[in-house]
């Protein structure tokens, strides 16, 4: 007990990052790949937000949840990506303890929340194919925003789950995170106790979390597959593209978590990879995956920028530059 209040009171202040490379020439280049990455990411998925809030003819629970997918999504991405985009022109990358702290719970609280909505969504979308008269009924707006709602609460009791366990745990040396931000397997290894045992049932349980919802996700998509069979052929090929979409979008997210978190304590490069992919590659893909294969959102999307461009245009007759 003594040397856990010893370990408490000298414990470290700071963390020092390793990020993706110690190559000059590597961060210049992942500067430039990650910024163009992050900015089109945010935009993307901004055009897409104000998009739906917009557009009267989007006002449909599906897109509604699209909407907070997206808000989620550039939620997801800012955590820790605009640090790592500054830290290239930092020769000693350091986050503070209580900056570490911040990054496991906001991470946990958006992925959290991810997974809740993209089983929401796939509920949406079940009931849409499955019981389409019953529709109107069963998901309306109040559903929707419980829905919402209720991803957000689940989040936020899994990162408190996470970080109940992970404040308490003592931390004096050493102090390096191989990585680009804190992550709770890269953090519950520098503790200064042997928490080997409880530190994989607290981590795999997320992954556990993760992997039965996929497979819940999965299930679901195979019964709306089998069921868009007995639909007409101009139906089906509608339903059958936004289906797909989804499930691309749960491919992309679920599978590195589910690989990361189910075995956790590995020092494998390929970790390193997988949580840039879907800490930065997924928010990116989320808005091109949904506009290339929904017409509605493409069509609507277009028409704004075209709106914009023409006030921009008038703006600039009315008004030229001197």
Same mark, same amino acid.
Request: glycine share 4%.
């Given at each position: 007990m003594e040397q856990f209040n010893h370990s408490r009171v000298s414990r470290v202040s700071e963390f020092v990052l390793l990020g993706l490379t110690d190559s000059p020439e590597l961060q210049s280049f992942f500067f430039v790949m /990650? $910024? !163009?990455?992050y900015l089109m990411t945010m935009l993307g998925n901004c055009l897409i937000l104000l998009t739906v809030l917009s557009t009267p003819q989007l006002h449909s629970p599906?897109? /509604?949840? &699209?909407s907070n997918l997206s808000l989620i999504d550039m939620c997801l991405s800012s955590f820790a990506t605009p640090k790592m985009i500054t830290d290239f022109f930092t020769q000693r990358k350091t986050i503070s303890f209580e900056g570490c702290i911040s990054q496991i719970f906001l991470l946990h609280l958006f992925t959290g929340t991810e997974i809740v909505l993209l089983i929401s969504m796939s509920f949406d979308r079940y009931i849409a !194919?499955?019981?389409p008269l019953h529709y109107s009924t069963i998901i309306s707006h109040r559903v929707c925003v419980g829905l919402v709602v209720t991803s957000w609460t689940v989040g936020f009791l899994h990162t408190m789950s996470q970080l109940a366990f992970t404040l308490y745990l003592p931390f004096c040396g050493p102090n390096v995170i191989d990585s680009f931000f804190c992550d709770l397997p890269l +953090? !519950?290894?520098l503790a200064c106790i042997d928490v080997y045992v409880l530190g994989i049932f607290m981590i795999s349980s997320s992954g556990v979390i993760a992997l039965i919802s996929f497979l819940l996700l999965l299930t679901s998509y195979i019964i709306v &597959? +089998?069921? !868009?069979?007995?639909? $007409? $052929?101009?139906?089906s090929s509608k339903a059958f593209s936004t289906c797909t979409a989804h499930f691309i979008v749960v491919l992309l997210f679920f599978g590195p978590c589910i690989f990361?978190? +189910?075995?956790? /304590?590995t020092n494998f490069l390929v970790d390193k990879v997988l949580s840039v992919f879907y800490t930065i590659f997924t928010p990116f893909l989320n808005p091109l995956i949904y506009t290339l294969r929904n017409q509605e959102v493409k069509t609507a999307v277009m028409k704004k920028l075209s709106n914009q461009y023409l006030n921009l245009r008038m703006t600039t007759l009315r008004y030229p530059v001197q």
């Open positions: /990650f $910024s !163009i990455f599906m897109y /509604f949840l &699209l !194919i499955c019981k +953090v !519950i290894q &597959l +089998v069921t !868009i069979k007995d639909h $007409s $052929s101009t139906g990361i978190y +189910v075995w956790p /304590f």
